[in-house]
């Protein structure tokens, strides 16, 4: 069985930097295509970044563009979100996800239905 567990999350000012983990363990394969997702109260599930299986193309929502990067290492089975420049509308829970289906190598997948691995999410908040 497969868990994601994710850290890094905390408090920090408005313009500072988080960086968020998300580990892979049990049966595990570096050819999952992952992404980060986050969830504000009272709205939907939102597609941060995705990245694929071998970490060679990414997605990232026009909303964190240029600010957070989606990156992996597959050799040590972990996924990483670096954020910077937060601002208070970042603040939020975020979550790691994982596609155990098959997946191109260059393939990332932006909607929340295609992934069927979730880890419990870890904590960002960002003070103004």
């Known amino acids: 069985q497969v868990q994601l567990v994710e850290s890094g999350g905390g408090l920090v000012q408005a313009g500072g930097s988080l960086r968020l983990s998300c580990a892979v363990s049990?049966?595990?394969?570096?050819?999952?295509?992952m992404g980060w997702f986050r969830q504000a109260p009272g709205k939907e599930r939102e597609l941060v970044a995705a990245?694929?299986?071998?970490?060679?193309?990414?997605l990232a929502a026009d909303s964190v563009k240029g600010r957070f990067t989606i990156y992996r290492d597959n050799n040590k089975n972990m996924m990483y979100l670096e954020m910077n420049s937060l601002k208070p509308e970042d603040t939020t829970v975020y979550s790691c996800?994982?596609?155990?289906?098959?997946?191109?190598?260059?393939?990332?997948?932006?909607?929340?239905?295609?992934?069927?691995?979730w880890g419990q999410g870890t904590q960002a908040t960002v003070s103004s």
């Open positions: 996800a994982a596609r155990s289906l098959p997946s191109p190598s260059g393939a990332y997948y932006p909607h929340l239905a295609e992934y069927d691995l």
């Open positions: 049990g049966r595990t394969s570096s050819r999952y295509a």
């Open positions: 990245i694929s299986w071998s970490g060679g193309s990414t």
